[in-house]
């Protein structure tokens, strides 16, 4: 629910990454689009590797391009 000010790294490669590219896990991870790839289910879904959630792709962008 709060807004981070500080933009966290990715969880995979360790980089920071600009937050509109990041997508969000409930357990408060971050993935960057390139390491989001692998961790894809299908289309839709990706696997949390921290907590193994499964996560909207959509959803767990905290930006969304209009
Ligand atoms: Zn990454
Ligand atoms: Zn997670």
């Given at each position: 629910?709060?807004?981070?000010?500080?933009?966290?790294?990715?969880?995979?490669?360790g980089k920071k990454t600009e937050v509109d590219k990041l997508h969000?896990?409930?357990c408060d991870i971050a993935v960057c689009e390139k390491c989001l790839n692998?961790?894809?289910k299908?289309?839709?879904?990706w696997i949390c590797p921290n907590c193994k959630a499964e996560n909207n792709?959509?959803?767990?962008?905290l930006f969304r391009k209009t």
């Open positions: 629910m709060s807004i981070k000010t500080t933009p966290p790294n990715c969880y995979i490669c969000y896990c409930i692998p961790l894809k299908n289309e839709k879904t792709i959509e959803k767990s962008l």
